[in-house]
C-alpha cells in the first residue's frame, strides 16, 4: 500500500534527482556497489513507472511520438547491430563517429524487415497451425473439439 500510494504522489518527480546524486558515487566503488547501484536502478525503475502511469503527461506525449515508437519497435535489431559499429576499441573507420550510427541504423533496419519480421510471419503460422501461444515460448496443443460423454 505505501508503495503504490508514494508511486501516485508527486513526490516521485524527485526521483531524477536520485539517480543523479548517485553519480559521484562512480569515484568510491565500495559506496556505489554497496548503495550507489541500489539507488540508480530503484530510481530508474520509479521513473519507468510513473512515464508508464502518465501517458498524457508531457514525457508520455514523448516517449509514445511516432518516431520514438518507432525506434523502440528497432530496438532489437539496434541492439544486435550496434556492436560492430560502436566499439570504441576498434580502430575502423566504421566505428567512428558519425559513420557508425550512419551504419547501425541501415544494418538494423535491413535485419528488421528481411529476417525478423519474416520469422515473426513463420512464428505466427506455426503457433496457428500448432494452437495457442502462451508468450513465454511454449505452444499449447490446439483444444480438441467438446464431445458428448453418455
Known amino acids: 500500500m505505501f508503495g503504490r500510494c508514494l508511486l501516485s504522489?508527486?513526490?516521485?518527480?524527485a526521483a531524477p534527482?536520485?539517480?543523479i546524486l548517485t553519480l559521484p558515487l562512480a569515484e568510491h566503488p565500495r559506496l556505489d556497489y554497496a548503495a550507489g547501484y541500489t539507488i540508480a536502478n530503484v530510481g530508474i525503475a520509479v521513473i519507468?513507472?510513473?512515464?508508464?502511469?502518465?501517458p498524457a503527461g508531457y514525457v508520455g506525449r514523448l516517449l509514445n511520438a511516432r518516431l520514438i515508437a518507432y525506434v523502440g519497435?528497432?530496438?532489437?535489431s539496434i541492439y544486435i547491430w550496434q556492436q560492430p559499429f560502436l566499439n570504441r576499441g576498434?580502430?575502423?573507420l566504421f566505428s567512428s563517429f558519425p559513420l557508425n550510427i550512419a551504419g547501425a541504423f541501415p544494418a538494423a533496419l535491413l535485419s528488421y524487415y528481411l529476417i525478423e519480421q519474416p520469422m515473426?510471419?513463420?512464428r505466427r503460422r506455426f503457433t496457428r497451425a500448432l494452437?495457442?501461444?502462451?508468450?513465454?515460448g511454449a505452444?499449447?496443443?490446439a483444444e480438441a473439439p467438446a464431445t458428448e460423454s453418455a
Do not use: M
Open 9 to 13: 504522489s508527486r513526490r516521485v518527480t
Open 17 to 19: 534527482l536520485f539517480v
Open 48 to 54: 519507468i513507472d510513473w512515464c508508464v502511469r502518465n
Open 73 to 76: 519497435v528497432l530496438s532489437y
Open 90 to 92: 576498434s580502430a575502423s
Open 120 to 122: 515473426l510471419r513463420v
Open 131 to 136: 494452437g495457442s501461444f502462451d508468450g513465454a
Open 139 to 141: 505452444v499449447a496443443p
